[in-house]
């Protein structure tokens, strides 16, 4: 197995190591979980709605909102309509 040197500010790797002890997985364990899952998601073609912030924004707190819950049942469109607020 290779390794990597990676840099990366203090206080995102202490954010890591928070993580992956959270998890009780090593750190290197950790971090190649995430990219495993960067790599599944479809990169969105150039000028497709993906690539909008606001759509951008939905999606990372999706991703979060569903992890933080650990239920494959989560309502990630109720989720953010609530963080929302009325569109009114």
Do not use: C, Y
């Amino acid at each position: 197995m290779a390794k990597v040197l990676v840099t990366m500010p203090d206080k995102f790797l202490n954010k890591v190591d928070r993580a992956a002890k959270a998890e009780h997985r090593s750190r290197s364990e950790w971090i190649r979980e995430a990219l495993r899952e960067r790599l599944q998601r479809p990169r969105p073609k150039r000028g497709s709605i993906l690539h909008k912030p606001n759509v951008q924004w939905a999606l990372n707190v999706m991703d979060k909102a569903a992890r933080k819950k650990h239920n494959p049942n989560f309502d990630s469109v109720a989720f953010i309509r609530k963080m929302r607020g009325p569109l009114g």
